[in-house]
C-alpha cells in the first residue's frame, strides 16, 4: 500500500539553489530577493549576463545572489522560476529545452493583453504558459506557480511578511510539495496546491482580475484560501 502523505507535509528545500529566467524584471528580482533573504542561493538569468550581474548587485552585496545567461543560470541551479514576458516565452524555453533537462522548472508567466478597457487573458493554444513550458521541455518537470505576487511587495525590505498563498499546479506530486515548500520559505506565504497542471489557464487568466482589483483600490492584492 502506498504511503499516505499529510497535504500539510512539506520536503525540506532549505538547501536548494534557485534560477529566476528574467530576473532582471520587477517579478523576478522580487522573487530572487525574498528567495535569498530566505537563504537560498539565487542566481539570475538574462540574455545579457552584465545587466543580470547588475540585477543582483542592485538587490544588496550581503545575498547570494549573483548574475549570468540564462543557459548558466538554467544549468547551476536546481529549481529554475520562469519570469520572463509572455511574448518572449516560447522562444527562450525552445532555446533552453537542452539546459533545463532534469530540472524542475517554475512557471509564473501570465499570458495577458491590455488595451483601454484594461487586463485581459490571452488565448494559449496549448492552454496555459504552463503548459506550453511542459510541452517544450518535455525532459523537464513541469510546475505553474506564483503568478499573483505583487512585484512592489516582494521587493520592500521594508514589508517583512508577504500576506498570500501562492496556488502550485502540477502533475508530479514530489515536484509540486517542493514548489509549496518552496514558497513558504517566504515569511507569510503559504504554498497551497491548485491541482493538475491543466488547470493552470485559469490561474494565469485571474491575474487579469488582480490587476483590474489594484487598479481600482490602489492596493497591492493577493489571494487567500480559506478553511485549509
Known amino acids: ?19 529566476v529566467l528574467g530576473g532582471t524584471g520587477d517579478q523576478g528580482r ?5 528567495l535569498a533573504m530566505a537563504g537560498h542561493r539565487v542566481v539570475i538569468g538574462s540574455r545579457a549576463p ?12 550581503d545575498l547570494p ?14 529549481v529554475v522560476i520562469v519570469a520572463v514576458p509572455w511574448d518572449g516565452h516560447r522562444a527562450l524555453l525552445e532555446s533552453l529545452a537542452g539546459d533545463l533537462a532534469g530540472k524542475l522548472v517554475v512557471d509564473c508567466v501570465n499570458p495577458l493583453g491590455f488595451d483601454g478597457k484594461g487586463p485581459y487573458a490571452l488565448e494559449v493554444a496549448e492552454g496555459s504558459a504552463a503548459q506550453q513550458a511542459e510541452a517544450l ?31 502550485v499546479l502540477g502533475d508530479d506530486r514530489d515536484a509540486t510539495d517542493t514548489v509549496r515548500a518552496l514558497a513558504a520559505r517566504i ?5 497551497i496546491y491548485g491541482g493538475r497542471l491543466r488547470n493552470a489557464h485559469q490561474v494565469e487568466a485571474l491575474t ?21
Do not use: W
Not at 545572489?65 to 536546481?78: P, T
Not at 525532459?139 to 496556488?167: K, Q, W
Not at 515569511?187 to 504554498?191: A, K, L, N, Q, W
Open 1 to 19: 500500500m502506498a504511503e499516505q502523505r499529510s497535504p500539510y507535509d512539506f520536503p525540506d528545500v532549505s538547501g536548494l539553489s534557485v534560477a
Open 30 to 34: 522580487g522573487l530572487a530577493l525574498r
Open 50 to 61: 552584465e545587466r543580470a550581474q547588475g540585477a543582483a548587485d542592485e538587490l544588496g552585496e
Open 65 to 78: 545572489v549573483s548574475g549570468a545567461d540564462n543557459a548558466e543560470a538554467a544549468r547551476s541551479c536546481d
Open 137 to 167: 521541455l518535455p525532459d523537464s518537470r513541469v510546475v505553474a506557480a506564483f503568478h499573483h505576487v505583487s512585484a512592489v511587495v516582494l521587493l520592500d525590505p521594508g514589508i517583512a511578511e508577504v500576506d498570500l498563498d501562492v496556488l
Open 187 to 191: 515569511p507569510g506565504v503559504r504554498g
Open 208 to 228: 487579469a482580475n488582480v490587476i483590474a482589483i489594484n487598479r481600482r483600490y490602489k492596493a497591492h492584492a493577493g489571494l487567500r484560501i480559506t478553511d485549509v
